[in-house]
């Protein structure tokens, strides 16, 4: 399909926030806009390419993560069964209640969805990246076992070692 010719992606927001939905429609003109978890439920039947996701609705801040009115309910909702048609789909939670946010990532991460937590109005930086963390350090050696160990690339270090027996005195 060229270029020219593919549509934008098709995006859920889910926010009570009216600034906060006028300023991401402005950004995502075709993006669709809901303020509550039956709305969302609703809509996420369909195929989305992205689905952004609040935490605290109803006007209220920092609700509890068991309340069936927040988005954790929409992430339990994804986690009653298959939804095959959204396996595409990657989520962002944008929620500024950091807590609730770590919790529904950790919930839509363990489901296998792409998720990723950016609180409203924080863009990622456009900078170079720096040198890499401790974690991404051990990540990246496992990756590396992992690619050794199918055999998919060579084993460090010079060989086999030869070893010489203790000495033993009888």
Sequence with gaps: MPLWSRKPPRRLFLDDDPERAAAFLEAHPDAVWVQTVPECVAKLAEEWDEVHLDHDLGGEHYVDVDREDCGMEVVRW????????????????????????????????????????????????????????GLQRLWERARSWARRLRGLEP?????????EPPDYVP
């Design 78 to 133: 994804l986690g009653k069964e298959p939804r095959r048609h959204l396996r595409r789909a990657r989520f962002t939670v944008h929620s500024h209640n950091m807590v609730a946010a770590c919790v529904m990532v950790m919930e839509i991460r363990s489901m296998g969805y792409q998720v990723e937590a950016r609180p409203f109005g924080l863009e990622p930086p456009e900078v170079e990246p720096g040198p890499p963390t």
């Design 155 to 163: 084993l460090p270090g010079p060989g086999p070692v030869e070893v």
